[in-house]
């Protein structure tokens, strides 16, 4: 069965230090990965994806995730954190498309709280 | 681009009350739409999920519902709440990726 996870509930980071919340999946086929980032009393933002290609993956705000096949990891990182960064983020899988059609369905890890201290 | 609307923002019901959470689509035609719970402010949870008008699939059993009676409108009902029934629901669609809605913060007392 599909899953993923996020090991962490929170991460604690100082303003200006790079930061990485961690996800790692489980899935029968070629992974479709996601990254969303929920401010309080929000919807869920896209942040980033990686469907095929280059394992480094860039996306909004100066973040970006590298995949990793062996280690079934995507984890999020970005070089220099913002106060403006802490939010509840979500790591997500979407596997491929099944034969006769696609739901599209997401698989939702249970979030990382992001903190950044200034 | 795609837009989503949901209303309303909040709501405040008592027990054994009817709901009904409005889900709007623009920008895009076809998509599939889903709704989502978020409990305690974290995990989602899959409700429902519908690939075309009048298609929709329950992922897990509960006290809701859903209609989709016209392409870029989703519906989210129940005929008595229950106080589990408090959450967060959020509305998404999909084109490429997954676009969700501001969110409905319902609170049942």
């Known amino acids: 069965a599909q899953s993923v996870a996020q090991p962490e509930d929170q991460v604690n980071v100082a303003e200006g230090n790079p930061l990485t919340v961690k996800c790692t999946y489980s899935?029968?086929?070629?992974?479709?990965l996601f990254w969303y980032v929920q401010y309080p009393n929000r919807g869920l933002q896209f942040l980033l994806k990686?469907?095929?290609?280059?394992?480094l993956v860039k996306g909004s705000y100066g973040f970006e995730a590298e995949f990793n096949k062996s280690q079934t990891s995507f984890h999020l990182k970005k070089p220099s954190a913002l106060v403006s960064d802490s939010a509840l983020y979500f790591c997500a899988v979407r596997d491929e498309y099944p034969l006769g059609g696609a739901t599209n369905k997401l698989i939702f890890g249970t979030g990382t709280l992001l903190a950044v201290q200034p | 681009s795609q837009t989503i609307h949901q209303w309303p923002a909040t709501l405040v019901q008592p027990v054994g009350s009817p709901l009904s959470l409005e889900c709007t689509v623009e920008g895009t035609s076809n998509p599939n739409l889903y709704w989502y719970r978020q409990a305690a402010g974290r995990g989602l949870q899959l409700l429902f999920y519908s690939v075309g008008i009048g298609q929709i699939s329950s992922e897990v059993p509960q006290n809701l519902s859903a209609s989709r009676p016209q392409d870029r409108q989703f519906i989210l009902s129940s005929k008595k709440l229950l106080l589990s029934d408090s959450g967060f629901y959020l509305c998404?669609?999909?084109?490429?990726?997954?676009?969700f809605g501001p969110g409905t913060r319902l609170t049942v007392l």
């Open positions: 998404a669609c999909t084109y490429n990726e997954q676009f």
């Open positions: 899935v029968s086929g070629n992974p479709y």
């Open positions: 990686y469907i095929t290609g280059d394992n």
